[in-house]
């Protein structure tokens, strides 16, 4: 993803609650400041929604979050570095075949259009995410102690992370768990398909926030009578060099959750491989 630093991210949850594999990164960082969606509207500049609570871990209440974006430290932080994004495109909710290759194209390339309204979206230079879950802060510390975030500045608690945030050199970086009492790789704090879909797409960051040419298009839901399920659509590229042409395949992946919470991750599908720009 197109930006001016070099975050790194871990992979998406398994079964044995562990959260990723490590992450790769990309020549870029996640940042984005938004920008124009595909539809006409304009794109928000992070992601601060209702679901993402947020509160210094000295505070006894929270504030709502806004999807970070204060990379300078001599401004103020209020966090978390992340949250349900509040501009962005409208999130697609058709079956993913039925996306059009035009908007597959218009998509792919542009890291404003990453991640649609609504679910996890990061506007960071730097943003580290741990291999699994944490219980709690001192566990998260130590974590964050073996990445080069600089002096610790502040601990940012939200629904769904613990985080640490440092200063290097005048900048901020952050590193983040999952809380385990939200998801502990196999039982998620909610069980709705809309948590669902909050939750995949935070896992989806973790492992693609960084990576250009990975999109998130939108999702469709499918209500069961013991089992609901959302099927997330996805795309991922491989960009061509010295005259040959960007490869963009189009995924889907069923994702499924009890009445109990119990949540099910599954693999991702290739429904199409189509042509972008030619080098």
């Known amino acids: 993803m197109a930006g001016t630093g070099g975050a790194s991210t871990g992979g998406a949850a398994g079964a044995d609650g562990s959260v990723g594999t490590g992450g790769a990164t990309d020549s870029g960082g996640a940042t984005d400041s938004g920008g124009a969606t595909d539809s006409g509207g304009t794109a928000g500049d992070g992601g601060g929604g209702s679901g993402g609570t947020a509160s210094t871990s000295g505070s006894s209440g929270g504030t709502t979050g806004t999807g970070g974006g204060q990379n300078d430290c001599s401004g103020s932080y209020e966090g978390p570095v ?46 580290y995410w741990g291999d699994s879950c944490s219980d709690n802060f001192a566990e998260t510390l130590d974590r964050a102690s073996e990445r ?66 990975a999109q998130i298009l939108g999702y469709t839901t499918n209500i069961g009578s013991a089992t609901d399920a959302i099927t997330l659509c996805t795309i991922r590229t491989s960009f061509g060099d010295f005259g040959l042409c960007d490869q963009i395949t189009l995924q889907e992946t069923t994702h499924r959750i009890t009445a109990a919470g119990v949540v099910t991750l599954g693999e991702p599908e290739t429904v199409r491989t189509i042509q972008g720009t030619c080098n």
Request: aromatic letters at 10%; proline letters at 4%; glycine letters at 12%.
């Open 82 to 127: 992340g949250g349900p994004r509040a501009g962005g495109p409208e999130l697609i909710d058709t079956a993913c075949a039925q996306i059009t290759d035009e908007v597959i194209v218009a998509r792919y390339d542009n890291p404003n259009l990453k991640v649609p309204q609504g679910l996890y979206w990061e506007d960071a230079d730097v943003s």
């Open 148 to 213: 080069p975030i600089g002096d610790v500045e502040d601990q940012v608690l939200s629904d769904w992370s613990y985080e640490v945030v440092g200063c290097n050199d005048g900048s901020r970086r952050f590193y983040s768990d999952l809380r385990c009492s939200y998801f502990d790789g196999n039982k998620l704090d909610g069980n709705t398909v809309e948590d669902l879909a909050y939750l995949v797409s935070l896992l989806w960051w973790i492992d693609n926030g960084d990576l250009g040419g």
